[in-house]
């Protein structure tokens, strides 16, 4: 594992994806709970290759500013890179932006654990 892994993901927003469909608002934009789903996508995809076969990550903390709307029928990119691995945790800082510049920006940290140990835990 090492600093500056990236990736990005992109999304045209649907009706699917609205605060309407999420329940998180009444208006027909990208929501804010959509916006985070992507930007762990993002943060995923950086990770691909790069652990072990029984290795996992988990999400820990999200720190997000959603900071413009983004109508159904845009297309948003979510850009994550790995700015920081202390012992198991990953911190990542993520943006997202449409054609209009930017509409989200913030950090996410993911914790990397053993799959089956993890799943363990729910019993």
């Known amino acids: 594992m090492h600093l500056g892994l990236t990736a990005k993901t992109t999304l045209e927003v649907t009706a699917e994806d609205t ?28 990770l691909d290759g790069h652990l072990a076969d029984d290795e996992t990550t988990v999400g820990m903390r999200i720190q997000l500013d959603h900071l413009a709307p983004s109508a159904v029928g845009s297309t948003v990119v979510a850009s994550a890179k790995l700015e920081k691995v202390e012992g198991r945790r990953l911190k990542f800082s ?26 363990e835990k729910c019993l």
């Open 94 to 119: 993520v943006s997202v932006s449409d054609a209009r510049g930017l509409i989200a920006a913030g950090k996410i940290t993911r914790v990397v654990v053993e799959r089956e140990r993890f799943m």
């Open 19 to 46: 605060a309407i469909a999420a329940r998180s608002g009444d208006v027909p934009v990208l929501s804010t709970p959509r916006i985070v789903a992507l930007c762990e996508e993002a943060a995923l995809a950086a």
